[in-house]
T-cell receptor
Framework: DVKVTQSSRYLVKRTGEKVFLECVQD?????MFWYRQDPGLGLRLIYF???????EKGDIPEGYSVSREKKERFSLILESASTNQTSMYLC????????????FGPGTRLTVT | AQTVTQSQPEMSVQEAETVTLSCTYD???????LFWYKQPPSRQMILVIR??????QNATENRFSVNFQKAAKSFSLKISDSQLGDTAMYFC?????????????FGKGTKLTVNP
């Protein structure tokens, strides 16, 4: 079974802190994604990566950056956390071939105070 | 840009009954994929069912089936014999093939509650 894990289930940070959210997948998937999930807004794509060291902006990249130094790991970075970044963050991965199915991690609920 | 609309923010159904969740989308593409994902409370999102636009036959997965109307750009999910474990957020999603950099466009979700 594909496994996507995220470094923390719950996280509380202060305004202005630099925050790292990590995601690891164990299926050698080329594509990895970071989403933000808010009630009434669904899932919005922040960034995605289709290969090591490759990244593309999604729909809401402002205030975020990403890093993909190894194929299995995709990190989301909040350079200076703000209260409006309080949200659920979901990571997903997908292979270039096959069914186009994205496999999701359990999510990190981030609270910025 | 593609958009996906789920017009029912919340729905409820009695156990063992049938429920249909609506999804419409807007695209000028002819080749694309549509998905329904399920997110149970405090659990990971999983794929329920997938439909290729070039296939006229509606996809089915056990109790889950879709009604894909390409001309109307409609992609509804029917859940038969609803079970308590079907309680979840359901997201409709659209994807167009892009040579490896495909992205999903999600609707805002429908919260389904199955009542005993």
């Amino acid at each position: 079974d594909v496994k996507v894990t995220q470094s923390s289930r719950y996280l509380v940070k202060r305004t202005g802190e630099k925050v790292f959210l990590e995601c690891v997948q164990d299926m050698d998937h080329e594509n990895m994604f970071w989403y933000r999930q808010d009630p009434g807004l669904g899932l919005r794509l922040i960034y995605f990566s289709y290969d090591v060291k490759m990244k593309e902006k999604g729909d809401i990249p402002e205030g975020y950056s990403v890093s993909r130094e190894k194929k299995e790991r995709f990190s989301l970075i909040l350079e200076s956390a703000s209260t409006n970044q309080t949200s659920m963050y979901l990571c997903a991965s997908r292979s270039w071939v096959g069914s186009y199915e994205q496999y999701f991690g359990p999510g990190t609920r981030l609270t910025v105070t | 840009a593609q958009t996906v609309t789920q017009s029912q923010p919340e729905m409820s159904v009695q156990e063992a009954e049938t429920v249909t969740l609506s999804c419409t989308y807007d695209t000028s593409e002819s080749n694309y994929y549509l998905f329904w994902y399920k997110q149970p409370p405090s659990r990971q999102m999983i794929l329920v069912i997938r439909q290729e636009a070039y296939k006229q036959q509606n996809a089915t997965e056990n109790r889950f089936s879709v009604n894909f109307q390409k001309a109307a750009k409609s992609f509804s999910l029917k859940i038969s014999d609803s079970q308590l474990g079907d309680t979840a957020m359901y997201f409709c999603a659209f994807m167009k093939p892009q040579g490896g950099s495909e992205k999903l466009v999600f609707g805002k979700g429908t919260k389904l509650t199955v009542n005993p």
